[in-house]
């Protein structure tokens, strides 16, 4: 019978194709690093003081000529003279003669607290801060300002004095942590107007120090990097898609039925083109404050379904001939799966699903908020180690299963059992594969954190986190492809070699039979089995 294209492809087409797919993950990674600029961009701003003596709800703007009643600083006399609840800090997104554009997609807006020290005010331990903001936006300078979100907010106020707390030290500035303040999941306006009021009585914000400024960093994706994001999810989708179609043509030509691996196979081509979806293009026209969450779903029913994938394939290759072909058998192992694809699902939905309501929302906010995303975070971790520690427990018994078989094959001719060494070397040589994608996947990673984002070489910056992003996206793409394809059923046949009668041939495979049991898609599937007097 005709096995998978990986057994029936020849060695030269194998390594040409070989060669393909590393050209194409080499042309992925440079699209990321000269192509593509930085992924995301930081702006710093400046929040203004504008007074707001009778505590109207209207909007202060900080320059134009609608600007609000002023203040540079609070050592000035008129700011002597007012109350901390007529101060209202004011920052205009994006700088004057700047719009933002749908292309950033998201905006995330973090605070950073410039808080002198005193001796009579100083920051309390544990305190924290109340703030009370409001988002407007506007697609016009002309326009009036639409409120968008208002919230009252409270964050822990973490910070440290280097130097000892003595008079001669009294103005020098606390080291802050910065404070998330706001995540926007759609740019689909062109301006937005942040107020912040900082509401002061006897209970409220008491202890937090003597503040200076405020200073609002927005972080956003940038354009030029979406277009780049956004063509490469347009090509990789028609073409697994079209590689899913045509691997399961290939299935329902068989004389048998879908095994669980091709089954297996199947739904990591359908989880790959889930990913791949552009969705992006709908959302540069509509104001989708979802998308964050929706790309994480994304991720996560692919993640999810590459592990149980990995599980299934080193599984199908392992067990009993009886134990194949049932999904029961790897319940332990599928349910670590879906334990922490679920806690991560319910984090996301506490963090991301609330910012659809209320974008100033963090779930880091209260201490039980904090100690709960901890543990998801943790309990998580353990199933990834779990998970991984049995998976290379499992690959290392596939492969000591393998070699075994080999010792079952001396009696057939040399020819034969030279070809099924070949076909073990490819199996291996795919698992490698597998390993090193992963192992490319944390390296990648590790080298996204510790570098400065971006690497000096003559005339050209290469932009290191971009290429990251398109390289290991391109990675699972191609490596996807690669299964599908190589897994196909091969529909090419054997001619007869000379000398081998038919009598050889009925042996040969009453002894494959044997051995192997019920069909399957591979002869390294069929030969891993062991068999039951074992």
């Known amino acids: 019978m005709s096995g998978a294209i990986i057994e029936s492809m020849s060695t030269k087409k194998l390594i040409l194709m070989g060669f393909c797919i590393l050209g194409f993950q080499l042309l992925s990674i440079m699209v990321g690093a000269f192509i ?41 006399p008129l700011a002597k003279t007012l109350d901390a609840n007529d101060i209202v800090f004011a920052v205009h997104i994006p700088l004057p003669d700047k719009e933002m554009s749908p292309l950033f997609q998201y905006m995330l807006a973090v605070l950073q607290f410039d808080i002198a020290f005193k001796m009579i005010n100083q920051i309390e331990d544990g305190v924290s801060i109340t703030i009370e903001a409001s988002l407007a936006y506007r697609d016009d300078l002309m326009s009036e300002w639409t409120t968008k979100f208002h919230s009252v907010e409270q964050r822990p106020l973490r910070c440290i004095f280097a130097v000892p707390k003595t008079y001669e030290n009294e103005g020098r500035f606390y080291h802050c942590e910065p404070i998330s303040l706001m995540e926007l999941g759609t740019m689909a306006h062109k301006y937005f107007l942040i107020n912040i009021r900082l509401p002061v009585n006897d209970t409220v914000n008491v202890g937090i120090g003597e503040i200076k400024d405020i200073h609002i960093v927005s972080i956003h994706q940038n354009g030029g990097f979406t277009k780049v994001w956004i063509t490469m999810k347009t090509v990789f989708c028609p073409w697994i898609f079209v590689a899913i179609v045509w691997y399961w043509q290939r ?71 009886s134990q194949r072909n049932q999904l029961s058998v790897y319940w332990w192992q599928i349910s670590l799966v879906l334990f922490g694809s679920s806690i991560l699902l319910i984090f996301d939905l506490s963090e991301r699903g609330m910012h659809l309501n209320n974008p100033f929302h963090s779930v880091w906010a209260s201490e039980i908020g904090t100690n709960l995303a901890i543990t998801f975070i943790v309990m998580a971790g353990i199933c990834v180690c779990l998970y991984f520690l049995s998976l290379c427990s499992m690959v290392r018994c596939v492969f000591r299963n393998i070699e075994g078989k080999l010792q079952h094959f001396s009696a057939i001719p040399e020819a034969r059992r030279l070809r099924y060494k070949g076909v073990i070397f490819r199996f291996k040589f795919l698992m490698l594969a597998t390993l090193s994608c992963a192992a490319m996947t944390v390296i990648f990673f590790i080298l996204n954190q510790v570098s400065e984002g971006h690497l000096h070489t003559g005339d050209y910056t290469l932009q290191v986190h971009s290429a990251f992003l398109t390289g290991v996206y391109g990675m699972w793409n191609l490596y996807v492809f690669s299964i599908m394809f190589l897994y196909a059923p091969s529909h090419k046949h054997r001619s007869k070699r000379s000398g081998e009668t038919d009598i050889f041939r009925k042996a040969e495979n009453q002894r494959t039979q044997l051995m192997s049991g019920e069909q399957g898609p591979t002869e390294i599937y069929r030969i891993a089995g062991k068999v039951a007097e074992e």
């Open 251 to 321: 299935i329902h030509l068989m004389a048998r039925s879908p095994v669980l691996l091709e089954k297996a196979i199947f739904a990591l081509g359908i989880s790959m083109m889930f990913l791949n979806v552009p969705v992006e293009w709908l959302s540069l026209g509509c104001e989708w404050t979802w998308m964050l969450l929706f790309e994480d779903v994304q991720q996560g029913i692919f993640y999810s379904t590459l592990f149980c994938f990995w599980i299934i394939f080193c599984g199908e290759h392992l067990m009993d001939q």
């Open 36 to 76: 593509a600029p930085t992924p995301t961009t930081a702006i710093r701003y400046l929040a203004t003081k504008c007074i707001n003596g009778h505590r109207t709800r209207g909007w202060l703007m900080p320059w134009g000529s609608n600007r609000c009643h002023q203040i540079r600083s609070f050592d000035e």
